[in-house]
């Protein structure tokens, strides 16, 4: 059960970008566990007679429409009681966000009873205090940032004064109860002041950290305040701005003594950096962690370096996991089907009950995106025309490992029709038994970060056959059928699966060399393309042996952090006891190297200076060491 009641409301029949609007409204309550269903579009903070209760949408759909039931029963007391919600609505198409009409609706409900309903005669108004259509963003992928000013506040969460009737917005979802837990809040971070001079400060938090911003300090004066976070210094300072990026948010501090919080904007990084017109005096300005509450498991190694390597990997894991998994929580907070196919992955080792309900809600709202050319989105939800091809074909490798390692049949035939009709679109596009690279700006024909393999991003490429889509178009047709023995169905692909392996081994297979090239004919040897290639089945057991050969002596275009899996996992598979201790020692040397600085895995081993200084260094994508530790060391 859902909303029997609520109404979808606004400020007003307008739906700016960028907007704040704040609702209020009453009820009696005499006893009896109360809950508040809630739902919102963009993000929300929840108070009950003006304390905070819950904050966060979860990242959704229109047509999958999420929302939380909140148990408020602690915050109540007989009599009159208020409710208060703060809406943030984006409005503008994001990686993280598709955009959508502007809404809050709710209900307050004892055993059943609706006490109170969104509707009409709840009163509305836009926030004084957020500056409104802004549209400053931190990043393409990750949105906006804000702007706050303390000298407007009010008592608005418990009185509603000033505010007039809100209005129906003409909104049609089809809701879903949140799918994954809530987030925790933690204790805030007691960070250290390592650098006040000049109306300039810098806090260490003491390492990465994911949370919520907030500020206690006196202030003579009103005055403009930045805060920039990163998640290291170069030259005495976070890196604030990055081409277009821009890692700061704004505030307008009243005289006196300033007390906020903001629950909606997640940070990461490990520092924080304030500039201001006049000196403060800082009681704190920090971060509360909010975290998933995944329960990890205790394991524990002989050797100091592998637990720390494995220590700082699934701490990645855990900064990497919000209202779903993202890559990296400083930089985009977004939901990839290949940085979350290696969360997941790891995740089943690493936590109890295999964190099979997180990795569930993830595979599930990937299924609900709705492309036009029936190929997944880059992210979900996302707002933005571009898909990586390739990452669609990783979405049935994601599923066959969710149902090996859970056993839960129920997800796989509940996504089955999506498989289908992906797997479709890729038969389509075939020619002469081979695939070709897709065509257009917004398809970003992306393998990895490294030679041959990277794409172009934002560009047009021809619509020529590579290998790795056509390997991972077999991988695909592999997991397709594992599927479906599983669920009792008959594979009916079994004669393309044929087809497929014997046109990729003839059109890219040099028998001189005993490699796979990138292209028919072509030169461009890279060790992804080659382990893949026995993974998919398509070289003898001879040939694996020569090609693991020539992966461990070099020569090779080596793959980045996060494809190495597969690179280690062909070279165990094919000879665990070979080559056990080379895929040990490459491990040591290149997580050593990150853990020397911090208690995180980075994006690639480039760190922060990759992308032209955009490297992240927490990336859930990088945490494979976590299934080489459990599965073959």
């Not at 999420?66 to 148990?71: E, G, L, P, R, V």
């Not at 989105?377 to 571009?386: K, R, V």
């Not at 091809?389 to 999506?418: C, H, I, R």
Request: proline letters at 2%.
């Amino acid at each position: 059960m859902s909303f029997t009641k609520g109404c979808w409301i606004w400020v007003d029949k307008a739906s700016e970008t960028d907007s704040y609007g704040e609702f209020y409204d009453e009820f009696i309550w005499q006893k009896g566990k109360t809950e508040c269903l809630l739902s919102c579009d963009g993000d929300y903070t929840l108070f009950v007679n003006g304390q905070y209760v819950a904050s966060n949408q979860y990242g959704d759909f229109e047509w999958y429409k999420s929302y939380d039931k909140i148990d408020i029963t602690s915050y109540l007391k007989e009599g009159k009681n208020s409710v208060a919600v703060l809406v943030w609505h984006f409005g503008w198409d994001s990686q993280r966000y598709l955009k959508a009409r502007a809404g809050l609706i709710f209900e307050v409900k004892v055993q059943g009873e609706v006490l109170l309903a969104s509707g009409e005669r709840t009163r509305a108004r836009y926030s004084k205090t957020y500056r409104h259509g802004m549209k400053k963003l931190v990043t393409r992928q990750l949105g906006f940032s804000f702007a706050y000013d303390a000298t407007q506040e009010d008592n608005w969460m418990t009185t509603g004064e000033g505010f007039t009737p809100a209005v129906i917005a003409k909104k049609n979802c089809v809701f879903v109860e949140r799918p994954a837990k809530k987030l925790t809040l933690l204790q805030r971070v007691h960070g250290t002041l390592i650098l006040s001079e000049n109306n300039h400060y810098i806090v260490d938090l003491g390492e990465e950290t994911v949370g919520l911003p907030t500020l206690k300090f006196n202030s003579p004066s009103i005055q403009n305040i930045r805060v920039d976070w990163g998640e290291d210094l170069q030259n005495g300072h976070v890196r604030r701005r990055i081409e277009h990026r821009d890692f700061s948010f704004d505030y307008k501090a009243k005289a006196g003594g300033n007390d906020y919080t903001n629950y909606m904007l997640r940070l990461g990084g490990r520092y924080l950096e304030v500039y201001t017109e006049a000196p403060i005096e800082i009681e704190y300005i920090s971060l509360i962690p909010q975290v998933y509450p995944a329960v990890e498991k205790k394991v524990e190694f002989a050797d100091a370096l592998d637990q720390k390597i494995y220590d700082a990997c699934v701490n990645s894991l855990k900064l990497c996991m919000m209202e779903h998994y993202v890559d990296t929580p400083w930089r985009e907070q977004c939901l990839y089907v290949y940085d979350s196919r290696n969360q997941a992955l790891c995740g089943y080792y690493a936590f109890e009950d295999k964190n099979a309900d997180y990795a569930r809600a993830n595979l599930k709202l990937i299924s609900q995106d709705r492309r036009e050319d029936g190929l997944l989105a880059i992210c979900y939800p996302c707002g933005m025309d571009l898909t990586i091809p390739s990452f669609s074909l990783y979405y049935f490798m994601q599923v066959n490992e969710y149902l090996k390692y859970t056993g839960d049949l129920s997800l796989a035939e509940e996504v089955y029709e999506k498989l289908i009709s992906v797997l479709q679109v890729f038969i389509e596009d075939r020619k002469d038994g081979l695939l070709l690279k897709f065509e257009g700006a917004n398809h970003w024909n992306f393998y990895d970060w490294s030679p041959y393999l990277d794409g172009l991003l934002h560009g047009t490429e021809d619509a020529a056959p590579d290998c790795m889509l056509n390997i991972l178009f077999i991988l695909a047709l592999r997991n397709l059928r594992e599927i479906d023995e599983k669920l009792g169905k008959n594979f009916t692909y079994g004669g393309l699966l044929e087809e497929c392996k014997q046109c990729v081994k003839q059109a890219f297979f040099h028998e001189d060399e005993g490699l796979y090239s990138m292209t028919a004919g072509g030169g461009e040897y890279t060790v992804l393309c080659n382990a893949m290639a026995v993974l998919a089945g398509l070289a003898s057991s001879q040939e694996s042996k020569a090609i693991c050969e020539k992966i461990v002596k070099g020569g090779l275009h080596d793959c980045s952090l996060s494809m190495k899996i597969f690179k280690y996992e062909v070279l165990l598979m094919t000879d665990r006891e070979k080559y056990q201790d080379w895929v040990l020692q490459e491990i040591r040397r290149e997580y050593g190297k990150m853990i020397a600085h911090g208690n995180t895995v980075w994006e690639t081993m480039d760190g922060a200076s990759a992308f032209d200084n955009a490297g992240s260094l927490c990336h859930g994508w990088s945490a494979v060491p976590v299934y080489f530790f459990h599965k073959w060391f």
